[in-house]
């Protein structure tokens, strides 16, 4: 599916924390493609160990599902909703 | 010992016996370190390297082997076009979350990023069909790479862990791996099931829909207890077939596309829907806005992204099947379920409207799919396993064959990938070496992995299989009949090599019926034989598989043969 604007479409901002293993932000990308959102912007700080990536989203589908798909992904340490926490990784 | 060996010995250390595999260059050094080890170890055995003759081949091995285990299949191949090959095989794993190691050699560390020969991103090229993947940038991280790898694919969900490892890497010196520690289990605890428990109890229709998530968490019997202590009506997916085992006297089918009447009835009317180990995928839901309409739902899954995902949950619980299941039973055993009547009902409902195969007793008339299949479950041992692959013959096993367990029904869901069979039958005949293991394949199925009849040869494995021949593309020409106004397009197959003498070129013995009367004796010389036999059944080529929801519609527009005579006049050839 491609991710067009809607007039339902909603921005978020994301702030996700990920091992920086060789595909890390790739991986984060595709899934944000796949589950039907597009990055508006994009900034990330390599800290040796952790990449700290902060994103703003545009979607018109629920953002707690991207979430979780995001989540899923074994590299990523934790993942926090514009100011909110989203719920800590569960058995996957 | 080098990195090569180190793998080798960390497999045999986690209990991995048979990999399934292709060589080429930069994967020659695990290949030297096999054949090193097959010669200085010849008594204390060695890892079994199975030889397939495609990488396909190789990865969809490496998952039946999964599959009818549940232990980690591992697959291997060489950089480029091994590792291109694989994808498709990795992909069916990762769709049906089966636990693989993948494992490919890649070109040198310092020719990576030249277009070197057989040079491709690999690790680009799997992101989207694995549980994880690796790309070894030192041998150093080989050794926890491994280990979390081994770990991961196994947890959880299970799915697929690729490790892309260079040549060079391949090659450097690491010491020998430390004693294996097994880790401990993970805690096996119910979330609070009273709100579940609640609902249930309010209840007038309940019903259960389970999925492949059972067996996936060896679930089964905590699964048959919960059945059997609740009484309830039970559905299943494609990928659940077998939960129930062959004595549940509520089971009503599988739900769906080809589902049966009775469990896509029973769906629509119940007021709620215990779905255990499923995630709803549309096949199995027809159109999602008119399924379960009148249902509250409970959804239980190892996975919480599956929960909410395509349906809002009343009720969500992320868990541990085994001992959620078990604390049902338990609170079930104190005070049941009262659904007698909705329990008769659906009786009624799966005896008047489960899966029915119109038979023609005339020893002379043409074998039809569903019959044959009837006959097939009525005579093969109860612990038979059967490898399908994918068209109108793996739906006919869905529906007609009775199958025990879930693990001895391996069918391609989530992908749905034709060619899938003959090497997941042989994957799974190395796991299971005593039981008897058929590949019910389709012709045009059987000659996207027909070279793994050497695999067969070489390994004499007595993997069995049963080509339903219709000379066409069937389950593509029945909707294109139903649903393309009867305009067949680019699926005819009548012109298919002879696959009695196709077998024998492979040094397997063959035989083909085409009529009623022969397909109890061709069943028996199959089952009787232990080797590897090829049985050819000609069937028509208008067989149709009934019911049939059209793809997108809702699941109660079931359409039968009765939609194909009064809509779709059948071509005057066929009459
Ligand atoms: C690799 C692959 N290519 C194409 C398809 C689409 N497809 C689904 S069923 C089918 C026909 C299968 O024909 P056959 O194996 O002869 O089985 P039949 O339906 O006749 O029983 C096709 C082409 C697929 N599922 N997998």
Known sequence: MSPTTTQSSTCHQLACRMQAEPAALERVCQVIRIRGFRIDQMQVVNEGEVLAITLQLTGDRPVSMLCSQIEKLHSVLTLTLAGQQAPARQTA | ???????????????????????????????????????????????????????QGCALAADGYARASGRIGVCIATSGPGATNLITGVANAHRDSIPLLVITGQVPTTLIGTDAFQETDVLGMALGIVKHSYLVTSAEELPQILDDALSLAQSGRPGPVWLDIPKDILLTELPAPGPTLTPPAAPKTSPDVSAALALLRQANKPLLYSGGGVSLASAEDAFRRFAAVSGLPNVVTLKGIGNPGLANPDYLGMLGMHGSRAANKAVDQCDVLLVIGARLDDRATGQLQTFAPHARLIHLDADAAELGKLKTADIALPCELNATLDSLSEALEASPLRIEPWRQQCRNGFITQGFHAAQNDEPHAPITGTAFVRELSRLTPDDAIIACDVGQHQMWIAQHYEFGHPRHHLSSGGLGTMGFGLPAAIGAQFARPGQTVINVTGDGSFMMNAQELATIRRYKLPVKLIILDNQCLGMVRQQQELFYGNRESEINLDD????????????????????????????????????????????????????????????????????????????????
């Open chain 2, 1 to 55: 010992m080098n990195a090569a060996h180190h793998i080798l010995e960390t497999l045999q250390r986690n209990g991995i016996d048979t990999v399934f595999g292709y060589p080429g260059g930069c994967i020659m050094p695990l290949y030297d370190a096999l054949a090193a080890r097959d010669m200085a170890r010849e008594a204390a055995g060695n890892i079994q390297h199975v030889l397939c003759r495609h990488e």
């Open chain 2, 496 to 575: 298919n090599p002879d696959f009695v003498a196709l077998a024998r070129a492979f040094d397997i013995p063959a035989l083909s019926i085409h009529r009623v009367d022969q397909i109890q004796r061709g069943i028996g010389t199959l089952l009787a034989y232990n080797k590897a036999i090829v049985l050819h059944v000609a069937i028509a080529r208008e067989d149709n598989v009934w019911p049939i929801v059209k793809p997108g519609a809702s699941n109660i527009e079931m359409l039968d043969e009765s939609y194909r005579t009064n809509n779709h006049p059948i071509k005057e050839r066929i009459a």
